[in-house]
Nanobody, 115 residues
Framework: QVQLVESGGGLVQAGGSLRLSCAAS????????MAWYRQAPGKQRDLVAA???????NYADSVKGRFAISRDNAKKAVYLQMNSLKPEDTAVYYC?????????WGKGTLVTVSS
């Protein structure tokens, strides 16, 4: 059974930084896209950043220049470096993998940015 586990969330002051990690366990192969989504209270889940197997990245306009996504294929891991955090970045952050035609989700990690 495939599991994705996020870590690295927490409470940080505005202007601070956090690094999120997501690692996969179980039989998951040929991971194509990896991505981070976030969901703020009362809002829909939105894409934050994505990275293809070839390393092409894509970011939501709201995080461009502040966040950076990276991946380690050997570790089946994806990371999100978040800098210059703002209160509006407060949300539960989820990692998402697309592999062999299937999508997998982690359970999320809470990021709270205080003003």
């Amino acid at each position: 059974q495939v599991q994705l586990v996020e870590s690295g969330g927490g409470l940080v002051q505005a202007g601070g930084s956090l690094r999120l990690s997501c690692a996969a366990s179980g039989k998951i192969f040929s991971i194509n896209d990896m991505a981070w989504y976030r969901q703020a209270p009362g809002k829909q889940r939105d894409l934050v950043a994505a990275i293809t197997s070839g390393g092409t990245t894509n970011y939501a306009d709201s995080v461009k220049g502040r966040f950076a996504i990276s991946r380690d294929n050997a570790k089946k891991a994806v990371y999100l470096q978040m800098n210059s955090l703002k209160p509006e970045d407060t949300a539960v952050y989820y990692c998402n993998y697309r592999a062999s035609g299937m999508y997998y989700w982690g359970k999320g990690t809470l990021v709270t940015v205080s003003s």
